[in-house]
């Protein structure tokens, strides 16, 4: 019963969003404020429909309801709770249905946040954005429905794979979402942006929160799926080049790209056309990611089941959407006004290579993800495009930007000056040198690769670190006076700082990380002893033991520096009797400088187990500084949300009154 | 001149969308590749043994058999999953497997070994993965079939399973089989 609740609710949902689109598309064609203010509390019967949705379908997993195919094939009555809950969107309906559950989350958003939006471009945006949602819920509801029955019941269900039965992967999807989603938001604005024929400072003003809480979420979801491959799949590795990684990171960075052109557009009133564009782009790449993943056109260990009637369904949605936007674009960009113009070294200047660099990043990543497609479909020819040509193609394209990012925010709007900015960044040369000759001292012996990545992060930390000194005048004002400063600096600026470093830490992480891991392989049995990079550890035990709906072997290893104790480990080996296969359950000792990473092989009393560990040298680095990527990103965003669409106050009253008037 | 170039977006958009098009169109499962070996003799090899118990390979040890022979490597996450799989096929005897090992390190395969258990008749190191080059080999798990005359019979890219070996290789084996017999 409740299934087709849930059902009937998507149905409903997809009614909804068919009036949002077309009623205040056409009231804001014809000034109608009446038919304009449908959007608003259609955008909330869509988002409370679709959650109803979600609720229902939710409540046939926690309740184990085998009698709906989608449960049956994807989860299991001993399986603990929160991978019951998770196991709604381990699977690509459900995965689906928490898609069109974020998009209509973000377009209820704007109803009830933009308050301050000028009515017809809040009526087209939420119009746009409807627009997409009946596209994908009528994909669902087509192609992909979850809430079909299944007669007879089986007794229990296939269960959810083992791999995804992880905390760090029960987030990773909703938080991807969230990212890829988000950006539709971007999308909806450019779009209406481009409906209207005009694009202003307050425009960028509002798409930069949004574009900003999308581009946190991705940056946090990528994270989450990196630390997840990282301590799940046993290999001691975090980034893989795998296509549907890559299909993540393209709109990640045009999407940073895009955050910083949308800057330029609200300080300067420039580069609006390229905005609207990077907004279209961002959005596509996003779209595509869900193609790439759900079509089977490409080959990944990530594909969901293919199906070739989905793929083309969701291509015919990409069509549409991009397509329609580009024509649009190409039709109505040229008639738009050029903004402010700068000096070539500005920082304006500034950005527009950053977003020139970030532009060729995501092409090489495009080009190597989708060579193979355009190779077969061209010539028939098979490859597989690796690691290899990322590390020759994209990393050669970050050294410029990561020199730039210290620059950049040095010079001054309009015209800058660079002799005065390179002046200011002695720190900058000073730390970089400084840390390029302790880690050369370090390892003096190896190649100079890691030295050069080193002095890159020391590089753009030193020129950060002295921008935001320079901001609060420290050290050469008196010490109150520079907190007191700091206390009225906008929370952007702290966010930009805080971003900006966590890259650098980031950097050291990647780089110590590709060039001092070492890895020792042993077969041991209890009460044996191996070494690696100065601890030693030792297997103590390896008992049976019982999980919640899996077997499982748990070994104690201690580990020891110098024969003085430092911690036990307990890495895990677990087999899932329903799906027949067994996991891996590494257990990691992380310190502030690397991790010492051990798991367990398969293995018995006689003949020992296959003991595998790792030494990760700064490796807690990448996801720190993933993290204080993030926390900029959050305290941006809290900073703009006080002062958004502020001019648009007065506007906006007037607006009411006359919505009064006519109603009354 | 100014207005073509804002066309340029939707262009390029075109040209990759019709590029996603054609493979979902034509129907055509990415995974299946097709190799230029297939009838051909196996090209000339001599590859060192990986483990001290067990000989390397060289052509001689691939022909008078009906055999199959599987490039694996340690670092490579899908053959871990077909791993299973060739245990039982080895323990049940159907077919020989030879194992090639391709650009591994010794220590690494030696205990992925030990780890899972060794399904191989005999395993050679593919070290520089010359002879990966000369069979075709598209990338790590691939499996061949090879007759007794050693000619290459079929190929598999991607990890093996059950229901694959039973559709596709299971019936060539006994039609060649057949022939032998017949």
């Not at chain 1, 009637?309 to 190409?330: C, P, S, W």
């Not at chain 2, 990986?50 to 040890?61: C, H, M, N, S, Y």
Request: positive net charge; proline residues 6%.
């Amino acid at each position: 019963m409740i299934a087709e609740l849930g059902h009937y609710a998507l149905v409903l949902a997809l009614l909804i969003a068919l009036v949002q689109t077309t009623v205040p598309l056409y009231g804001a064609a014809k000034n109608d404020f009446s038919l304009m203010g449908v959007a608003q509390p259609a955008a909330t019967a869509q988002f409370i429909a679709i959650a109803i949705a979600f609720g229902a379908l939710t409540h046939a997993y926690v309740t184990s309801d085998f009698s709906v195919i989608n449960v049956a094939e994807n989860s299991h009555s001993l399986k603990p709770l929160l991978y019951k809950i998770s196991g709604v969107w381990g699977n690509h309906e459900g995965s689906m249905i928490l898609w069109v559950l974020i998009l209509a989350l973000f377009g209820f958003a704007v109803a009830q946040f933009g308050i301050h939006l000028p009515p017809t471009l809040k009526a087209r945006v939420l119009s746009v954005q409807a627009s997409i949602g009946v596209a994908f819920l009528g994909f669902i509801l087509l192609t992909s429905n979850p809430f079909l029955r299944l007669d007879p019941a089986p007794i229990d269900g296939r269960d959810l794979n083992p791999l995804l039965q992880d905390p760090g992967l029960a987030f990773h999807p909703p938080m991807l979402y969230l990212g890829y989603v988000g950006f539709s938001m971007a999308f909806s604005f450019a779009v209406a942006a481009l409906i209207e024929g005009r694009v202003d400072p307050a425009w960028a003003r509002w798409v930069r929160p949004w574009t900003l809480a999308a581009w946190i979420a991705l940056t946090a979801g990528i994270t989450l799926g990196s630390w997840w491959a990282y301590y799940e799949l046993g290999w001691g590795g975090w980034w893989y080049w795998d296509p549907v990684e890559n299909a993540s990171f393209m709109p990640w960075l045009s999407g940073t790209a895009l955050l910083h052109s949308a800057v330029v557009v609200e300080k300067r009133d420039a580069l609006k056309s390229w905005t609207i564009l990077l907004a279209i782009l961002t959005f596509a790449l996003s779209l595509m990611g869900t193609f790439l993943v759900r079509s089977g056109v490409l080959t990944s260990v990530h594909a969901f089941a293919v199906d070739p009637e989905r793929g083309l369904y969701i291509l015919a949605i990409l069509v549409l959407f991009v397509g329609g936007a580009l024509i649009m674009f190409a039709l109505r960009a040229p008639s738009m006004k050029l903004g402010g113009l700068f000096q070539p070294i500005s920082r304006e200047g500034g950005l527009v290579m950053n977003n020139l660099l970030l532009s060729v990043a995501t092409a090489t990543v495009f080009i190597g993800t989708l060579y193979p497609l355009f190779l077969d479909a061209t010539t028939g020819q098979k490859v597989s495009v690796g690691p290899p040509f990322f590390n020759a193609t994209f990393v050669p394209v970050m050294i410029p930007l990561v020199l730039l990012m210290a620059i950049g925010p040095m010079l001054a709007w309009k015209r800058g000056d660079l002799s005065a900015a390179m002046s200011r960044l002695w720190f900058a040369v000073a730390l970089s040198f400084g840390i390029s000759i302790f880690v050369f001292w370090l390892h003096s012996d190896e190649p100079l690769t890691p030295v050069i990545g080193f002095a890159l992060a020391g590089w753009l930390a030193g020129g950060t670190l002295k921008e935001f000194a320079d901001r609060i005048a420290l050290f050469r004002d008196q010490l109150s006076k520079s907190l007191s400063k700091a206390r009225r600096l906008p929370r952007s600026a702290y966010g930009m700082t805080l971003a900006h470093l966590g890259l650098s830490i980031f950097i050291c992480g990647a780089v110590a990380d590709s060039a001092w891991r070492t890895e020792v392989v042993i077969n041991a049995k209890e009460r044996n002893t191996t070494s690696i990079a100065g601890f030693e550890a030792e297997l103590e035990t390896v008992d049976r033991l019982e999980g919640p709906n899996y077997h499982l072997e748990r070994a104690t290893v201690v580990i020891r520096k110098n024969g003085e104790y430092v911690t036990r480990v307990f890495p895990e080996r677990r087999f899932y009797p329903v799906q027949q296969m067994p996991t891996t359950e590494a257990a990691i000792y992380t310190t502030f400088l690397a991790d010492i990473y051990v798991s367990l092989g398969e293995g018995s009393k006689d003949q020992g187990w296959t003991l595998r560990l790792w030494y990760n040298p700064l490796i807690p680095w990448i996801w720190a500084g993933c993290l204080i990527m993030v926390l900029g990103g959050l305290i941006s965003l809290s900073d703009r949300r006080l002062r958004i669409g502020a001019p648009f106050k007065r506007a906006h009253k007037k607006v009411k009154e006359n919505g009064l008037l006519e109603n009354a | 001149m100014r207005k073509l170039i804002y066309l340029g977006p939707l262009l390029f958009f075109i040209i990759t969308a019709v590029y996603f098009a054609l493979p979902i169109l034509k129907g055509k499962d990415p995974r299946i590749l097709p190799s230029a070996m297939i009838e051909k003799n196996i090209p000339d090899l001599n590859l060192p043994p990986l483990l001290e118990t067990k000989p390397g390979i060289d052509k001689q040890a691939l022909m008078g058999e009906i055999q199959l022979v599987n490039f694996f490597s340690s670092w490579c996450g899908p053959c871990r999953t077909e791993h299973d799989f060739l245990m039982s096929v080895s323990k049940s005897e159907i077919i020989p497997i030879y194992g090639i090992n391709y650009k591994d390190k010794q220590n690494a395969a030696k205990a992925w070994l030990l780890d899972l258990g060794d399904p191989y008749e005999r395993i050679g190191r593919d070290i520089d993965g010359r002879t990966a080059i000369d069979w075709g080999v598209y990338g790590v798990p691939e499996t061949y079939l090879i007759d007794k005359y050693g000619r290459i019979q079929y190929r598999h890219v991607g990890p093996l399973s059950e229901s694959i070996f039973k559709e596709k290789i299971s019936p060539i084996i006994k039609a060649l089989r057949k022939q032998t017999n017949g």
